[in-house]
């Protein structure tokens, strides 16, 4: 191609000189390849064909008709965009890359038609614009080259590489930012990770603002394509952003654990059957006070960060305190009661349990209440324990009492006083015993059961002068044990 390319030169040349003489000494074919190249600059590049046509020299023929069929290629590819919808980006792109193909392989010196140029230049740009909308900045760029060397640096296509520029920019900074994001999962500490979020958040809000100015620099701020791309970076500082909020709001909900673990928690030294009312009644206001220290201790935190902690956490968790609170009225209540509570026999600790105090090893399939726990040691006969149970009416949770032996086990639903009055009252057996497993023995659908919010349960003497066990509800201890 670059002989002929000279060859043309030598023919515009002689055509020159020709002017100015009175002798043309050109060769045949050289008159009409001189002859096709007007005609192509000066009408149109078919009208060539008749001139190319006469060459004798059969290459240079078949090389310079076969500029007109690629040229008609081109241009019948950018044709059939004319009724693509915009929507069509592939086939679009697909007629682009045809085009700047085939009028590739054209010699340099056989100029396209303005025309042709401009909508093969807009077509171009609009694809380019395409790809940078998506962040497909490598294939942008290299359709962005391929089309300057085709049609030219066209207004289109300079404002498709400011485009370009502008993205990338964008990209570059959100990467910087991205990694600064990466490191912030390493570290331990609440205050300085907090402290890193807000630095990230800050770092792309400033990304945001240069990216803008940049475009409106370029006479690109109504630009969809960067608009596009802006919305990546602003999605990846809200996603940060969310991440903060959820550390705080986790956070936030470490003290209503807390406060449900207080609530649960046992005398120190495995006390449980050993404590007097009075030791009972003292546990409680404890607890109370515990309580009631660890919810503000939320306050406190609540104030240091009054935008992401809402109304919603605080009444939740201020819920749960009064839930929690008017229990231990109950319980308080239930103790006072000194002479009927005497004769019920030990005591469980914490006295209440249900599954509004859920253990954290709950599933969704089945879940669980954190435990009452009981132990004796130096036993020489059957003991009896009671506890408190709270099941919403309509729930059919079942209570379970598992032991650490195998143990003989009977549960009641009023006081036995200390089991006088089993067989006295003829009272019934609770225990569901056709589904005992292992060395828990369940009351199935307790609420429906139990006549009131107590229970009371029999240790018999087993072989052993120790033992230890634990009551738990569930929410169904069938499927739990599937």
């Given at each position: 191609m670059k002989?002929?390319g000279i060859?043309i030169?030598?023919?515009l040349?002689a055509?020159?000189?020709?002017s100015?003489?009175?002798?043309?000494e050109?060769?045949?074919?050289?008159r009409?390849?001189a002859?096709g190249?007007?005609?192509?600059?000066e009408?149109e590049?078919a009208?060539?064909?008749?001139?190319w046509?006469e060459i004798q020299?059969?290459?240079l023929?078949?090389?310079y008709?076969?500029?007109?069929?690629?040229?008609?290629a081109?241009?019948d590819a950018?044709d059939?965009?004319?009724?693509m919808?915009?929507?069509?980006?592939?086939k679009l792109r697909?007629?682009c890359?045809?085009?700047?193909?085939?009028?590739s392989?054209?010699d340099?010196?056989?100029?396209l038609?303005?025309?042709?140029?401009?909508?093969?230049?807009?077509?171009?740009?609009k694809c380019i614009g395409s790809?940078?909308?998506v962040?497909?900045?490598t294939a942008?760029?290299?359709?962005?080259e391929?089309a300057v060397?085709?049609y030219?640096?066209a207004d289109?296509?300079?404002?498709?590489?400011?485009?370009?520029d502008?993205v990338s920019?964008?990209?570059?900074?959100?990467s910087g930012?991205?990694?600064?994001a990466?490191?912030i999962?390493?570290i331990?500490?609440?205050?300085?990770?907090?402290?890193a979020?807000?630095?990230v958040?800050?770092?792309?809000?400033?990304?945001?603002?240069?990216v803008?100015?940049?475009?409106?620099?370029?006479g690109?701020?109504?630009?969809?394509?960067?608009a596009?791309?802006m919305?990546?970076?602003k999605?990846a500082?809200?996603d940060?952003?969310?991440?903060?909020?959820?550390?705080i709001?986790e956070?936030?909900y470490?003290?209503?654990?807390?406060?449900?673990?207080?609530?649960?928690r046992?005398?120190e030294g495995g006390?449980e059957g050993?404590?007097?009312?009075e030791d009972?009644?003292a546990?409680?206001?404890?607890?109370?006070?515990?309580?009631g220290?660890?919810?503000n201790?939320l306050l406190?935190?609540?104030a240091?960060y009054p935008n992401d902690i809402?109304?919603d956490i605080?009444?939740d968790?201020?819920?749960q305190k009064?839930?929690?609170e008017a229990k231990i009225?109950?319980?308080n209540?239930?103790i006072?009661?000194?002479q009927?509570?005497?004769?019920?026999g030990?005591v469980?600790i914490p006295?209440?349990v249900?599954?509004?105090?859920?253990?954290?090893?709950?599933?969704?399939?089945s879940?669980?209440?954190r435990?009452?726990k009981?132990?004796?040691s130096?036993?020489k006969?059957?003991e009896?324990?009671?506890?408190m149970?709270?099941?919403p009416?309509?729930?059919?949770?079942?209570?379970v009492?598992?032991?650490n032996?195998?143990?003989?086990?009977?549960?009641?639903a009023?006081?036995?006083?200390?089991g006088?009055l089993?067989?006295?009252n003829k009272?019934?057996?609770?225990?569901?015993?056709?589904?005992?497993?292992?060395?828990?023995?369940p009351?199935?659908?307790?609420g429906?059961?139990?006549?009131?919010?107590k229970?009371f349960f029999?240790?018999q003497k087993g072989?052993?002068?120790d033992?230890?066990?634990?009551?738990?509800?569930?929410?169904?201890?069938?499927?739990?044990?599937r």
């Open positions: 002989k002929y060859i030169s030598a023919v040349a055509a020159v000189l020709i100015c003489a009175t002798v043309d050109r060769t045949q074919d050289e009409a390849l002859a190249i007007e005609a192509w600059h009408r590049p009208d060539a064909a008749a001139y046509n020299d059969e290459k023929k078949k090389e008709l076969q500029y007109i069929d690629l040229y008609k081109g241009v950018l059939k965009t004319d009724s919808k915009a929507s069509q980006e592939a697909d007629a890359n045809t085009a700047i193909e085939k009028f392989a054209i340099p010196a056989l100029k038609p303005a025309e042709v140029s401009e909508k093969g230049a807009a077509l171009s740009a790809l940078t909308a962040g497909k900045l942008a760029r290299k359709m962005h391929s060397k085709v030219g640096n289109a296509l300079a404002s498709a590489h400011k485009e370009i502008v920019s964008l990209y570059k900074k959100k930012i991205d990694a600064q990466e490191k999962a390493s331990e500490s609440f205050e300085e990770k907090v402290a979020y807000d630095k958040i800050a770092s792309y809000a400033s990304a945001e603002k240069e803008n100015a940049a475009a409106s620099n370029a690109l701020a109504k630009s969809a394509n960067i596009s791309n919305r990546v970076l999605k500082r809200q940060i952003a969310i991440a903060r909020e959820g550390l709001r956070r936030a470490e003290y209503k654990n807390r406060i449900n673990e207080e609530f649960a046992s005398p006390k050993k404590l007097s009312l009972i009644l546990h409680y206001k404890s607890v109370e006070t515990n309580i220290a660890i919810y201790e406190d935190f609540a240091k809402g109304s605080i009444e968790i201020n819920a009064t839930d929690l009225a109950q319980v209540a239930e006072r009661t000194a009927e509570i005497a004769s019920r030990k469980v006295l209440m249900g599954l509004f105090n859920p253990d954290p090893r709950s599933t969704a399939e879940k669980r209440s435990p009452a009981f132990s004796a130096n036993v006969k059957d009896y324990w009671w506890g149970v709270s099941i009416k309509g729930q059919m949770n079942d209570l009492i598992t032991l032996d195998n143990r003989n086990v009977r549960a009641f009023e006081n036995t006083k200390s006088k089993i067989e006295k009272m019934k057996d609770l225990i569901n015993r056709g589904y005992k497993v292992g060395n828990s023995w009351i199935l659908n307790a429906s059961q139990l006549t009131s919010n229970y029999e240790v072989k052993t002068p033992y230890s066990g634990e009551v738990v509800v569930y929410s169904s201890f069938i499927v739990r044990m």
